[in-house]
């Protein structure tokens, strides 16, 4: 089993900047792809940045330039650092980790955590 435990998030004024964090734990052989992902009320849960093992990276393009992803595979941690917030950044972010366990692969999500960012 994987435990996805997720920092960071809160209250921001529009243009400030916050950092997420999710590290995950437990009996993982190897990570691929890491991810954030981010749920608006009423709305889908909607991809905002994912990063390959090697590093390679890709964003939604309403965040592109003001988010950047990013991880360190020896702390099975990925980071989203988001500046430059708009009021429609406002959601609740999850984490989202491909892990090899003694199952196989398998997908991961964190719990979650709110992101409010005020006009």
């Known amino acids: 089993q994987v435990q996805l435990v997720e920092s960071g998030g809160g209250l921001v004024q529009a243009g400030g900047s916050q950092r997420l964090s999710c590290a995950a734990s437990g009996t993982i052989f190897s990570i691929n792809v890491m991810g954030w992902y981010r749920q608006a009320p009423g709305k889908q849960r909607e991809l905002v940045a994912r990063i390959s093992k090697g590093g390679s990276t890709d964003y939604q393009d309403s965040v592109k330039g003001r988010f950047t992803i990013s991880r360190d595979n020896a702390k099975n941690t990925v980071y989203l650092q988001m500046n430059s917030l708009k009021p429609e950044d406002t959601a609740v972010y999850y984490c989202?980790?491909?892990?090899?366990?003694?199952?196989?692969?398998?997908?991961?999500w964190g719990q979650g955590t709110q992101v409010t960012v005020a006009s």
């Open positions: 989202n980790v491909e892990s090899l366990v003694l199952a196989g692969w398998r997908e991961y």
